[in-house]
């Protein structure tokens, strides 16, 4: 009779939940508890190595690699102790199943930025640069795995083993990608359009290479079975193609734009991810495969992708998905990869990858006649790696296809492909730096005013359209298009969400006219309306513009376009906005800090719009304007400059400018009130002012819709009461740093500098008035120093600002 097999000693399963410390229980015992520990533990290490790697311009991907490998055993994880404690063998299970479902909706919302219709428009040369980058590092990578199976691989089934190598090899990460050229300011420029268009392709692609390498990689020994997963997953996708678009699209059109998106819709959406990972996952591809082509083809138009996004984003890109970095880190040993011939190897792979990628590139976009600099910054942002490179590695090693040292080297050169490739796209290609815009017209004063003026209107939110749009109609002046072009910037925060790449769907048209654009971006599709209605019924060409940048950056973006636009005046909105009470909130504190920036930088003049209802919520035809427009003119650069834009203004003929000089009562000057000359003030500011003030009489000679006044005041006091007379106008337009004597009795401790004493005085909530303010700002190479010195009490006052 035969012994029995001694019984195997398998850890007990854990339970979800203890019973707590007081009654003997050890949390970590326990799968919940320990969870948490886990999660929290991922999140702080993560976030602190970003905020570390910061400096380095480097994508929050290359902290989370790092954070997994620190956690796993080649780091912390050499301790016995705290691998059994923090991350023992059986709360793996949990982990990669908690891992696996935030990879899930990852994936789905991965699917989702990509736009089956852009890649149908993708042109020839992207289309040759994609197929290149796929090809030559996929044929070295098959090279590279003979290397691999020779030495450290042995025994490894060679068809899926060739596969996945040159998968691995020849991926760019698509959403990476996207995140570095943002964060460069590169993804309006040709070069960056072009990496996008060409990394979209790649991660088709890519995608289908990993399907064809997991069914090859079956433990069946038959290859019919591998043929029979590939035709089952080739069914899925045609099934999925033929059922899923009419009903996405019937629940995309019952989400109108505006409202609220019915959580029903949502729920069924995310329930069939869930059936679609099933499916994939019975067959034998893999459960991502089913959540990707889901998202791939929910329809982009409309607010029903944003719904998605909004709901699943933050909890599974903050969450769920850093652990799955750490379900990778704790599979790489960097300890495995020892002596001459593995890290001899680990360089090969590194080699072969960067060559095959980066030159495969470089040769097809020299040959597409692209710069040889564009080139050779395309070929290293296709070499960037990221979290699909991850996935393709962990699905290797979990099918017995790469061992622990070889699935080590490959992460190395994932991590190392793209830590490298922000500071060599920085070194080598920096547009902004090679081509420094010199044009002469920076200014609205000028001595030909008939010259074309360009003014770069920036907007945030589809709050200030309305506004914007009648100041742009009353800015035109003579009924001559080429007198006035205007670029709407859309100002768009990048922010740490990763569907950000979502707005590169914005850019695709960037610069051409917004109607071009109609179907591509439903979410702008008021201001697109907006601009449109006003350019065909106004003589003004209007171009659209995005500017895609993080807050603390932004005004980079805008100074930028400026000077590549050679505009005479940008126009910011301000960073508070009127209550119905007619006092003022603050909407965004980081906008102030793009605002100072711009000021302190630009290569124009500047303009701060504070907007009161100019016109009321629609958009004021020509023919039925009536506005009167006043101005608070005091001497120096920016009144003057706030006077020639008022008289180009006033050319509209549904305007009446009245301009309004404030001259100190002779009797007082130098007398009872204690006042003192701007030290900035040069002696010619005085004379050059009487200049202007004189060529407005002239003109007014000639045109009855110009008024000038002078008003002559003791003290601050009567200055004020006199400001208020004139607050049943519809727009002041003044100076930031007006010049002159009466200017300095008023109190300087403002709540914002950046608008000047006048500026300041308008919002405060002593003077009660509808009128929107425009604060301007003229255009000199150094600024004054009371300018500077405004700016600079701006960003101490900014920690200290209350809504």
Known sequence: MATPAPPLNCPKPMKATSNGVFQGDDPLDYALPLAIVQICLVLVLTRVLAYLLRPLRQPRVVAEIIGGIL?????????????????????????????????????????????????????????????????????????????????????????????????????????????????????????????????????????????????????????????????????????????????????????????????????????????????????????????????????????????????VEDLVSGLFLPLYFVSSGLKTNVATIQGAQSWGLLALVIFTSCFGKIVGTIVVSLLCKMPVQEALTLGFLMNTKGLVELIVLNIGKDRGVLNDQTFAIMVLMALFTTFITTPIVISIYRPAKLAVTKYKHRTIERKDMSKQVRILSCFYSTRNIPTLINLIEVSRGTAKKEGLRVYAMHLMELSERSSAILMVHK????????????????????????????????????????????????????????????????ILPFHKHQRLDGHFETTRSDLRHVNRKVLQQAPCSVGILIDRGLGGAYHVPASNVDFTITILFFGGHDDREALAYGVRMAEHPGITLVVVRFVVDPVVVGGSVKLKMNQNSSPEVQPQDEVVISSLKDKISNDGSIKYEERTVKDATELIEAIKSYSKCNLFLVGRMPEGQIVASLNKNSECPELGPIGNLLISSEFSTTASLLVVQQYRSQLSQDALNSLEEGETSDGNESN
Request: charged share 15%.
């Open 71 to 311: 956690l796993g055993p080649s780091a912390l994880g050499r301790s016995e102790k705290y691998l059994h404690a923090i991350f023992p063998p059986k709360s793996l299970t949990v982990l990669d199943t908690l891992a696996n479902f935030g990879l899930l909706f990852f994936l789905f919302l991965v699917g989702l930025e990509l736009d089956p219709k852009s890649l149908r428009r993708t042109g020839k040369k992207a289309l040759c640069i994609a197929i290149a980058g796929i090809s030559v590092p996929f044929v070295l990578g098959i090279g590279t795995s003979f290397a691999l199976r020779a030495t450290i691989s042995q025994g490894v089934n060679q068809g899926p083993f060739l596969v996945f190598m040159g998968v691995a090899l020849s991926i760019t990460a698509f959403p990476v990608l996207a995140r570095i050229l943002a964060e460069l300011k590169l993804l309006t420029t040709d070069v960056g359009r072009m990496a996008m268009s060409a990394a979209a392709v790649n991660d088709v692609a890519a995608w289908i290479l990993l399907a064809l390498a997991i069914a090859l990689s079956g433990n069946g020994s038959s290859p019919f079975i591998s043929l029979w997963v590939l035709l089952s997953g080739a069914g899925f996708v045609l099934l999925c193609i033929f059922i899923g678009p009419p009903i996405f699209t019937w629940m995309a059109k019952r989400c109108s734009d505006g409202e609220h998106v019915d959580e029903i819709y949502v729920c069924a959406t995310l329930a069939a991810v869930l059936a679609a990972g099933f499916v994939t996952d019975s067959i034998g591809i893999h459960a991502l495969f089913g959540a990707f082509v889901l998202g791939v083809l929910v329809p982009k138009e409309g607010p029903f992708a944003g719904a998605l996004v909004e709901k």
């Open 507 to 570: 850019v695709k048209r960037n610069g051409l006219p917004f109607w071009n654009n109609k179907g591509e971006d439903s979410d702008s599709n008021q201001v697109v309306v907006a601009f449109e209605t006003f350019e065909h019924l106004s003589k003004v060409s209007i171009r659209p513009t995005t500017a895609i940048s993080p807050m603390n950056t932004m005004h980079e973006d805008i100074i930028t376009s400026a000077e590549n636009k050679r505009v005479a005046m940008i």
